[in-house]
């Protein structure tokens, strides 16, 4: 099954390997998975390196594409169908990124890697960590 990296996954898997779970960190750099990252994971870096809320990611904002094909991972984009799935969720949650991913991943049958718990309990939500 394609992984679908959260964007803090992404970063970690990028910038600090060690923050991710060994299994996790494992399957990431395994040739052999599909990996994907998500158009919307570039928007979301773009806007919050913007808004000074993640500086570091000056280098990460201007080669982004080479940064996914360094990692072995194929970019996502976001599709019509993504953006009606992410629009019609059921779900309280209000982060337009997260809600993206989690539509993304629901659409393609995906698993989405993330630490986050703000994805626990969505139905029909694969859901990785660790």
Not at 22 to 43: G, K, L, M, P, Y
């Amino acid at each position: 099954m394609t992984l679908l990296l959260d964007t803090h996954v992404l970063i970690w898997a990028l910038a600090s390997p060690d923050r991710l779970p060994n299994a996790i960190r494992a399957r990431v750099a395994d040739r052999r998975e599909s990996v994907a990252v998500s158009a919307a994971s570039a928007f979301e870096i773009a806007t919050k390196h913007r808004l000074g809320r993640l500086p570091e990611a000056a280098a990460l904002v201007h080669s982004f594409d080479e940064q996914v094909v360094r990692l072995g991972a194929d970019l996502l984009p976001i599709e019509a169908c993504h953006a009606i799935t992410a629009g019609s969720l059921d779900w309280s949650h209000r982060d337009p990124f997260d809600r993206m991913l989690a539509a993304q991943a629901m659409r393609e049958g995906f698993e989405l890697v993330s630490a986050d718990a703000a994805f626990t309990g969505l139905p029909g939500l694969a859901v990785v960590w660790g």
